[in-house]
C-alpha cells in the first residue's frame, strides 16, 4: 500500500518492472516517471493519481485497470491492452 494521496507517495522513478504481475497492486498516486513496465500485468490495478509521464508500458496488461486522473505525458502505449480500463480524466 502505497499510502494513498495524504501518505508517502511510492517513488518508482526508473524502476525496471518488465514481465512482474502487478495485478490488482494499490499504486495510488505512485511516481513511475521513466518506469519500465513493459509487458507488466497490471489488471485491475488501482492507478488512481499515478504518475506514468515516460514510461515504457508496451505490451502491458491493464485490463480493468483504474487510471482515473493518472499522468500519462510521453507514455508509450504500442499494443497495450486497455479494455475496460477507467481512463477517466487522464491528463497528457
Do not use: F, M, P
Not at 54 to 80: F, N, P
Amino acid at each position: 500500500n502505497t499510502g494513498g494521496k495524504e501518505g508517502k507517495r511510492a517513488d518508482l522513478r526508473q524502476t525496471d518492472l518488465s514481465g512482474l504481475d502487478l495485478s490488482q497492486a494499490d499504486l495510488r498516486y505512485s511516481i513511475l516517471r521513466y518506469a519500465y513496465l513493459r509487458d507488466a500485468y497490471l489488471r485491475d490495478a488501482d492507478l488512481i493519481g499515478a504518475d506514468l509521464s515516460h514510461a515504457d508500458l508496451r505490451y502491458a496488461d491493464l485490463r480493468h485497470a483504474d487510471l482515473i486522473g493518472e499522468y500519462l505525458r510521453g507514455v508509450d502505449l504500442r499494443q497495450t491492452d486497455l479494455r475496460d480500463a477507467d481512463i477517466e480524466g487522464v491528463k497528457s
